[in-house]
């Protein structure tokens, strides 16, 4: 089992920056990527971004790349996501995930085992 626990929502201003982190607890063997999803009210959890726990490979929601940027500690078990340029649509529920994604789906919230309890994120126009 993993335990996660994301810190760092919070409001921000349009235009503003953001990280988030997820500190992760409990056996890693067998997770091979930690994520990154976000939900707003009545709509589906949207992929963010994720990082492979052994290489490091990155992955990005559509059009997130460039603004968010994803990166792990793996002595602490940490995934940290650091968000600039945050706009209004940014706001949601942002969730943690860990889990053994298959790389072509990793996109689908699916393909994910654990989840943390999510933080707010509220970007004021």
């Known amino acids: 089992q993993v335990q996660l626990v994301e810190s760092g929502g919070g409001l921000v201003q349009a235009g503003g920056s953001l990280g988030l982190s997820c500190a992760a607890s409990?056996?890693?063997?067998?997770?091979?990527?930690m994520g990154w999803f976000r939900q707003t009210p009545g709509a589906q959890r949207e992929f963010v971004s994720a990082?492979?726990?052994?290489?490091?490979?990155?992955y990005y929601g559509y059009s997130l790349e460039g603004r968010f940027t994803i990166s792990r500690d793996t002595a602490e078990n940490t995934v940290h996501i650091q968000m600039n340029v945050l706009e209004p649509d940014d706001t949601a529920i942002y969730f943690c995930?860990?889990?053994?994604?298959?790389?072509?789906?990793?996109?689908?919230?699916?393909?994910?085992?654990?989840w943390g309890q999510g933080t707010q994120v509220t970007v004021s126009a």
């Open positions: 995930a860990a889990g053994d994604p298959g790389i072509p789906l990793i996109h689908s919230r699916l393909e994910w085992e654990y």
């Open positions: 409990g056996s890693m063997n067998g997770i091979s990527a």
């Open positions: 990082i492979t726990w052994n290489s490091g490979d990155t």
